[in-house]
């Protein structure tokens, strides 16, 4: 790792953004196959009423939260020929993704019960597998750069590299649902083809993400990084913040396939639904970087939630595909930008950590956030299934009650637009501001011995 008595490390050059990007990419072949289809699949493909499996997302996914933090520990105590968190990527990608296929393929001949217990078991440690990747991925992005803005590069092509990812998952995936004669067997050939494209994805990842930013290797205690966290006000409003967008989020990524199958009464329009939406977070993080250096990431941020809440209420009443499809493009372009500033203001609080508490700890900093957005995504994936559920939806029926659908016009529009106001709200009150970032960077680096 080099960086200079300053804290200034060498301009990261494309090859290391292209490689940064390439293992958000390989993440999201597991995490977004799993948000966008598992639902769909436990509910028409196994047998799972969709009520139980909204129960089945919240306790996993508060487990995977927790899990979580474990993990954020391991990885701040780890230090290797590698570095810190480069090892992840080459050691626990492989068991990730083979555990994404174990996901997508309940054995058939089970009783209901125990298709329910191989659903929790698989899904449990699919999640907790995913931890021991993403939290040091995430992290990484801490020790290349120091620079804000090439933090929020880093960040745009991380959210780049998760909409193509996302937009290759639909036009593969969304196709079988409507045509496969055996749906089972399709997802499970296509979750063993994402395992040979994930695999080398990753190792690319490895071999391009140098840490280069100094810190001290010194592992602290647990009561350290306990207070490391707690007097980080600029990581516990943007954790809230986070648990609240996600829940609007993951409500939307939970029902868009059927918004688009019952809603619009065409399943095939759900790739144009996620094209929209992808288009939007292509243009939102190709926008970002030129919005934090004008009005700072607290600001854009703000921005992001309320174009967010736009597209929630379009998709909540839109009478028709072409308003619909114009909605879930404005949720793109909102979501977009909150998802790309998150990984960058949660990299500046790892900056603020050290700077208040004298104890640098990414992974455990990153774990806080990613606990805070497990609990998001949990209640957000659980809220649209029940929501679905109790609006009286038919497993694999044709056509669905108007209560049905309207349920799903709730999960997908009104859910992710009222709570993102609740999220704003909370960042509005954000205290790290640009200004403020570059003096407490400057200030720490100052305190560090000299070579």
């Known amino acids: 790792m080099t960086s200079s008595p300053s804290g200034q490390t060498p301009k990261l050059g494309a090859l290391q953004y292209i490689g940064y990007g390439a293992g958000d990419f390989a993440n999201n072949l597991a995490f977004s196959m799993a948000s966008m289809f598992l639902l769909l699949y436990y509910t028409d493909v196994v ?23 474990i993990a954020g520990r391991i990885v701040d105590r780890t230090s290797t020929r590698w570095g810190r968190y480069r090892p992840y990527l080459l050691f626990a990608s492989l068991p990730l993704l083979l555990l994404l296929v174990a996901l997508f393929s309940v054995p058939g001949g089970l009783s209901e019960g125990g298709a329910l217990v191989y659903a929790y078991l698989s899904y ?204 879930f493009g404005v949720l793109g372009l909102g979501i977009g930008a909150i998802n790309t500033l998150i990984w960058a203001l949660v990299a500046d609080t790892v900056e603020y950590g050290e700077w208040r508490t004298g104890v640098r700890a990414e992974g455990a900093t990153y774990s806080v956030l990613s606990l805070s957005r497990k609990f998001g995504q949990a209640v957000g994936a659980a809220a649209a299934a029940y929501i679905i559920g109790l609006g009286g939806y038919v497993s694999g029926a044709a ?34 501001t640009e200004s403020k970032f570059r003096k407490i960077v400057a200030e720490t680096a100052r305190r560090r011995p000299g070579p």
């Not at 490895?206 to 990084?225: C, G, H, I, M, N």
């Not at 999960?411 to 790290?432: C, D, E, F, Q």
Request: hydrophobic share 50%.
């Open 47 to 69: 047998g799972i009423a969709a009520t139980t499996a909204g129960t089945l997302f919240l306790l996993v996914r508060i487990w995977d939260g927790i899990g979580d933090v």
């Open 124 to 327: 449990a440690l699919f999640s907790f597998a995913y931890g021991l990747v993403n939290i040091p991925y995430g992290s990484l992005a801490t020790a290349m750069t120091q620079n804000p803005d090439e933090r929020s590069k880093l960040s745009s092509v991380r959210v780049l590299a998760t909409n193509l990812a996302i937009l290759l998952l639909a036009a593969v995936v969304s196709p079988q649902i409507t045509t496969s004669d055996d749906l089972q067997r399709s997802l499970t050939v296509t979750t063993l083809g994402l395992v040979v494209i994930g695999m080398p994805l990753y190792l690319f990842t490895f071999s391009t993400a140098e840490e280069r930013v100094q810190r001290d290797v010194e592992k602290s205690s647990l009561r350290q990084t306990w207070d490391t966290v707690k007097q980080n006000k600029p990581l516990l409003l943007l954790g809230l913040s986070s648990v609240l967008f996600l829940c609007g989020m993951f409500a939307l990524e939970t029902s868009a396939i059927y918004y688009a199958r019952y809603v619009l009464g065409n399943a095939d329009l759900y790739i144009v639904l996620i094209a929209a939406q992808v288009i939007g977070m292509f243009l939102a993080a190709l926008l970002i970087p030129t919005a934090v250096r004008a009005i700072g990431k607290r600001t854009s941020y703000v921005v992001g939630g309320a174009i967010t809440v736009l597209g929630g209420v379009v998709t909540a009443v839109a009478p028709g595909s072409v308003l619909a499809i114009a909605g």
């Open 399 to 432: 056509t669905q009650s108007d209560g049905a659908v309207a349920s799903i016009r709730i999960a997908a529009g009104a859910v992710p637009a009222g709570i993102t106001l609740a999220a704003i709200a909370v960042m509005a009150s954000y205290p790290l």
